[in-house]
């Protein structure tokens, strides 16, 4: 019995030895992987400053250069020898041209392009926060075509609705040969209204998509709760609402930045009607000869 438990003790577990030596292959695999943990982590520490000076270079150097143009036209070499504020030539540093964005004929486009704006925006989500009630919290039938209608408008380019209202509203249009259109129609569309109808139905896709994620998340409990204790279906949302306000005012600001931005309308609608924005005015500012980038550069501030 003594021997048998001295063999036991004194026996020494089997030990695989590997070809580099007595040590354990498992202990080896586990230091080779801590070592390539180490060099990923160093290789994504060090590639993070570079993929962030990249996104500066290639898109933030550009627009502060773009800005600074504004006020200092010298720096970039764009202040021509016959032009008003051409004493600025001398100066590194001028309010030349701000101030005249604020006080010129740049100014009313400035505040055409944030009332149309504020007007398409409200719209947007007038019209997208009900399409996304209805398409979550209904069996309404077709609802997926109604969804997937929202990324067929968001898609297409602004300019393809405006023109396409400029050609139905003509006075040689197909509506008016077969005796549907008027005047006033044709009146309506190519002005302010117009320009508000396009961009307000542009917007509509942003205020569907920013409450629709807020209502799939938020489940249908509380307005549950709600007409449990005797709510309307109108006194349930106004219960809701106040949990997804953070999105409607999200959908708000997206629609608001994406009208005060487009092109499209301002090019087509907006130009025929003789009604300018200010995006428009800033293109017209670098493509007429000779181009006046300080002029774009300080309306940009503004927009």
């Avoid at 032009?83 to 101030?99: N, Q």
Wanted: aromatic fraction near 12%.
């Amino acid at each position: 019995m003594t021997s048998v438990l001295t063999e036991g003790l004194t026996q020494r577990p089997e030990v695989t030895v590997g070809r580099g030596g007595d040590k354990p292959r498992g202990l080896r695999r586990l230091r080779r992987s801590g070592a390539a943990r180490m060099a990923s982590g160093a290789v994504r520490r060090s590639a993070q400053p570079a993929v962030w000076i990249l996104i500066s270079l290639a898109i933030l150097a550009p627009c502060v250069c773009f800005l600074v143009t504004a006020f200092s036209p010298k720096l970039f070499d764009q202040v021509p020898l016959y032009d008003p504020a051409h004493w600025t030539i001398t100066h590194w540093w001028t309010w030349h041209y701000f101030v005249e964005a604020v006080t010129g004929g740049e100014m009313a486009s400035l505040v055409n392009s944030i009332w149309v704006s504020c007007a398409a925006a409200g719209i947007g989500i007038a019209v997208g926060f009900p399409v996304a009630w209805i398409l979550h919290r209904t069996d309404l039938p077709f609802r997926r075509i109604l969804g997937g209608s929202m990324w067929l408008v968001l898609i297409v380019p602004s300019w393809v609705p405006s023109v396409g209202w400029e050609t139905l509203v003509a006075p040689d249009s197909l509506l008016f040969r077969a005796h549907l259109g008027a005047s006033w129609m044709t009146t309506l569309i190519m002005g302010p209204f117009g320009v508000v109808l396009v961009l307000g139905i542009r917007n509509v896709p942003f205020a569907f998509l920013a409450t629709t994620a807020a209502l799939a998340g938020l489940g249908q409990e509380y307005e549950d709760a709600a007409r449990v204790h005797g709510a309307s279906r109108l006194q349930a949302i106004r219960v809701v609402a106040p949990i997804i306000a953070p999105a409607i005012w999200s959908a708000i600001a997206i629609g608001f930045a994406e009208a005060v931005s487009d092109f499209g309308v301002a090019a087509t609608i907006a130009y025929q009607a003789n009604f300018k924005l200010g995006t428009y005015q800033q293109y017209a500012a670098i493509n007429n000869f000779p181009p006046s980038f300080p002029t774009a550069a300080s309306m940009a501030w503004l927009l």
